[in-house]
């Protein structure tokens, strides 16, 4: 047996906002949405594989992440350094910014960290070893 991860499922206080940011943000698509005892249920997923894998956003209250947040987050593999550099700039100008962009060598590569209307963090990486410039080499 070979099990597959294909979802990741965040707490939302306001799921229309988190639905609003990774649509923004991340570009991902709604491909599911349900509404189980009252409480709304939405599926993200990629435009080019949108039930691959998919974020699931629960409206839920929850305590607040912790302040200063762990490294804990959800990576996003971007096409380009200069990509990282407008997600950056994008996180600055929205008041979502958290942390780079940053060169941090091989492995970890170019990175910038944001935060969602719940505040986990997000990082979108040029140059790791997985997603977009993915090697056979660790």
């Known amino acids: 047996m070979q099990p597959t991860c294909?979802?990741?499922?965040?707490?939302?206080?306001?799921?229309?906002?988190?639905v609003a940011f990774y649509?923004?943000?991340v570009g991902l698509i709604e491909v599911?949405?349900?509404?189980?005892?009252?409480v709304t249920v939405v599926?993200?997923?990629?435009?080019?594989?949108?039930?691959?894998f998919v974020?699931?956003?629960?409206?839920?209250?929850h305590n607040d992440v912790a302040d200063p947040?762990?490294?804990?987050?959800?990576?996003?593999a971007v096409a380009t350094r200069a990509d990282v550099d407008l997600m950056a700039a994008r996180g600055h100008a929205g008041g979502i910014a958290v942390y780079g962009p940053v060169e941090a060598g091989p492995i970890v590569g170019y990175f910038c960290l944001l935060r969602d209307p719940d505040?986990?963090?997000i990082e979108f990486s040029h140059g790791q070893s997985l997603g977009h410039?993915?090697?056979?080499?660790p």
């Open 6 to 18: 294909t979802h990741i499922a965040l707490l939302c206080r306001d799921v229309e906002a988190s």
């Open 23 to 25: 649509k923004e943000y």
């Open 32 to 38: 599911h949405r349900r509404v189980d005892h009252g």
């Open 43 to 52: 599926w993200m997923g990629e435009a080019a594989r949108p039930r691959a």
């Open 55 to 61: 974020l699931v956003l629960i409206a839920a209250d």
């Open 69 to 76: 947040a762990p490294v804990a987050h959800l990576g996003y």
């Open 119 to 121: 505040g986990n963090q």
């Open 133 to 137: 410039d993915a090697t056979e080499q």
